[in-house]
């Protein structure tokens, strides 16, 4: 077996905000940008890893959902509770400096967490919540 | 209330109540009280105590002796703090509503617990010890549900 993790998928409520916050602030490269009526998926991940990718896709588009199941994933999305997506830094206390610095929305500053890791956490625009923690 | 929405919460203050509870888990260990919680996103206490509720399922007065319990736990296990030094460090005032609130949670008061838990996660994967020693709050739904 020689599968690897190729692609990972969060939803955003806003292309443009998505870009602002994973290419701008986070630094990741821009590998797709694809747009459908009216709606896009970006493509994102750091360029230490190209093999590895962010969808960053629009979740209204997923065929299926009733309207109800719709409102309930923004309203998830909206306070906080739908998607996460844990990374990690060589330096995270440097990395969440820049980071607050550029004004996104913190959770947590950098903290030696009782179960063993250095981490912090942000929020990006959409909500989704991103852990970063000490790489080992 | 009761409106043919079914009550549910604007997207908007979902999002400011994301923001609360986010401060709630970032500085909880301060004295923060639900009325410096509200007033930091422009709402009421009563407000954003309804609306808090209807979006978690629990009063941010409860999610902030939860999280301040939680790390508790954690200070108590290490077996190197009193009750009292813990109570204040979490961000309690009252060491009589902490004790309480952590038997109602935890089933044990603080200092059964601190004497009884030191050796109980010797060994254990902190990742696993983390999961394990979490605070349920279903434990306390229950309890009510089925007094």
Same mark, same amino acid.
């Given at each position: ?53 962010? &969808?960053?896709?629009? /979740?209204?588009?997923? /065929? ?42 913190? #959770? +947590? ?7 063993? &890791?250095?981490?912090?956490? #942000? ?14 | ?7 549910? &919460? ?25 009325? !410096? ?52 460090? &979490? ?12 038997? +109602?949670?935890?089933? #044990? /008061? /603080? ?16 990742? #696993? ?10 434990? +306390? !739904? ?6």
């Amino acid at each position: 077996m020689d599968i690897t993790i190729h692609s990972s998928f969060l939803p955003h409520t806003d292309a443009d905000a998505a870009l602002g916050f994973y290419r701008d602030a986070l630094g990741f490269e821009v590998r797709n940008d694809v747009g459908y009526n009216g709606m896009r998926w970006l493509t994102v991940g750091p360029a230490g890893q190209p093999a590895v990718s962010v &969808v960053l896709y629009p /979740p209204e588009a997923e /065929p299926g959902l009733t309207d109800e199941e719709r409102r309930t994933v923004a309203e998830m999305m909206a306070k906080g509770t739908y998607a996460r997506l844990l990374l990690a830094a060589e330096d995270v206390d440097a990395t969440f400096a820049r980071l607050a610095a550029g004004g996104v929305e913190v #959770v +947590e500053e950098p903290t030696d967490q009782p179960y063993g &890791v250095r981490d912090c956490a #942000v929020r990006d625009p959409a909500g989704n919540l991103l852990r970063i923690q000490q790489r080992r | 209330m009761g409106s043919r929405s079914g009550d549910r &919460v604007p997207l908007a203050d979902l999002v400011l109540l994301r923001q609360v509870r986010d401060r709630i888990d970032r500085e909880y260990a301060q004295p923060l009280d639900v009325e !410096a919680l509200a007033r930091g996103v422009h709402m009421s206490a009563g407000h954003l105590s309804r609306l808090f509720r209807r979006a978690y399922g629990e009063s941010p007065y409860s999610y902030l002796m939860t999280r301040r319990i939680e790390r508790a736990m954690a200070l108590l296990r290490r077996g190197d703090r009193s009750v009292t030094d813990v109570c204040f460090e &979490v961000g309690c005032s009252s060491l009589g509503t902490f004790s309480t609130r952590f038997t +109602e949670l935890v089933g #044990v /008061p /603080p200092s059964v617990y601190r004497k009884e838990a030191a050796a109980a996660t010797v060994g254990m994967p902190a990742c #696993v010890a983390k999961q394990v020693t979490r605070p349920v709050r279903n434990r +306390e !739904a229950r309890r009510a549900a089925c007094p």
